[in-house]
C-alpha cells in the first residue's frame, strides 16, 4: 500500500457525513472575496461579542434553523466552508426585518450580511438561489418588466390560496372598482398603476447598469429571454412615439 494511501491527513476538511461535493478552496476564497468586496460589508461587521442579542430577537431563529449570530461569527472568523454551506439553505430564512441591526451592541447589521450573501450567491448561480427564487418568477417578471411587484389582477384565489378564505375579499370586479377610483393612472389592473414608456425605459436601463439583469441572466435565463423581448418591444414604442413628436 502506498503513503498516499495510508496519509491520514483529509485532502478535504470538510463535513464527513455529508454527500454534498467538496467545493475546492479557490472557489470557497473567491465566494468570499465577493462578500467581502461589497462596499457595505465594512459597515455592516464591525467584530462580534458572540453575545447572542441578535439572535434572541431574530423571528427567523426561532422558527427555522437560523442564527444571525452565526452568520456573523463565520463571516467575522473567515469560516469559508461555514459561509459557503450557510449559503446553501440557512440564509434564506431571514425575514429582512433588521431587528437585529437595531440591537447589535457592535453596530453590525447580520440582516445586511445576509443580504451580500444572497447576492453573492445569485452571482454565482447557486441552486439555493435558484430553488428560492423559482416561485417568484411572476412576481419577477412583473417588477422588472413594469417596476410594479404585484398588480390587482394577480390577486386571483387560484394565486393565493395561502389566504385561505379570505382570498374571497378580492375575488371582486376589479376592473370595475378601479375604474371608480379618482385618479386615472389606478384605473388599470395589468399594473399597481399606468406606468408611462419614459420610465419604463428608463427602469430598463437602472436594471442593466446595476447588473440585476446579468443576476436573473445567471438564474433564470427563460424569464432573462421573455424580459429581454418585453424591453425591446417597450424601447421600440417609446422611440415610435418619440418620432410621432418630431
Ligand atoms: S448582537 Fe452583534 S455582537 Fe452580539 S452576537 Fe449578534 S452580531 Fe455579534
Ligand atoms: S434581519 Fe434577518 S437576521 Fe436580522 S432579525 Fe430580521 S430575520 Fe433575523
Known amino acids: 500500500m502506498s503513503a498516499a494511501e495510508t496519509s491520514r491527513i483529509q485532502e478535504y476538511i470538510g463535513d464527513p457525513v455529508s454527500d454534498a461535493p467538496a467545493v475546492d478552496r479557490e472557489k470557497l476564497e473567491e465566494i468570499f472575496q465577493d462578500i467581502q468586496a461589497d462596499l457595505r460589508f465594512d459597515h455592516e461587521l464591525n467584530g ?3 453575545c447572542g442579542i441578535c439572535t434572541a430577537t431574530c ?6 434553523d437560523f442564527s444571525p449570530r452565526e452568520i456573523v461569527q463565520l463571516l467575522w472568523t473567515e469560516n469559508l466552508e461555514g459561509i459557503h454551506d450557510a449559503m446553501q439553505e440557512k440564509i434564506w430564512s ?4 433588521y431587528t437585529c441591526a437595531a440591537r447589535c451592541p457592535f453596530g453590525n447589521s447580520p440582516g445586511g450580511l445576509v443580504m451580500l450573501m444572497r447576492e453573492t450567491a445569485i452571482k454565482h448561480g447557486m441552486e439555493s438561489a435558484k430553488n428560492v427564487l423559482r416561485p417568484f418568477s411572476r412576481v419577477m417578471l412583473k417588477l422588472i418588466s413594469t417596476g410594479n411587484q404585484l398588480s390587482p389582477d394577480m390577486i386571483t384565489p387560484d394565486g393565493f390560496a395561502d389566504w385561505g378564505p379570505n382570498v374571497a375579499k378580492v375575488d371582486a370586479p376589479l376592473e370595475l372598482l378601479r375604474k371608480a377610483i379618482p385618479m386615472p393612472t389606478l384605473h388599470t389592473t395589468k399594473t399597481a398603476w399606468e406606468v408611462n414608456l419614459k420610465t419604463s425605459v428608463e427602469l430598463y436601463t437602472i436594471w442593466e447598469e446595476t447588473g440585476v439583469l446579468d443576476s436573473l441572466e445567471t438564474i433564470d435565463e427563460n424569464l432573462f429571454d421573455v424580459i429581454l423581448d418585453i424591453m425591446d418591444e417597450k ?3 417609446y422611440e415610435d412615439w418619440m418620432d410621432e413628436q418630431d
Not at 59 to 64: D, L, Q, R, S, V
Not at 94 to 97: G, V
Open 235 to 237: 424601447r421600440d414604442d
Open 94 to 97: 431571514c425575514a429582512q426585518c
Open 48 to 50: 462580534c461579542l458572540n
Open 59 to 64: 423571528p427567523a431563529a426561532h422558527y427555522y
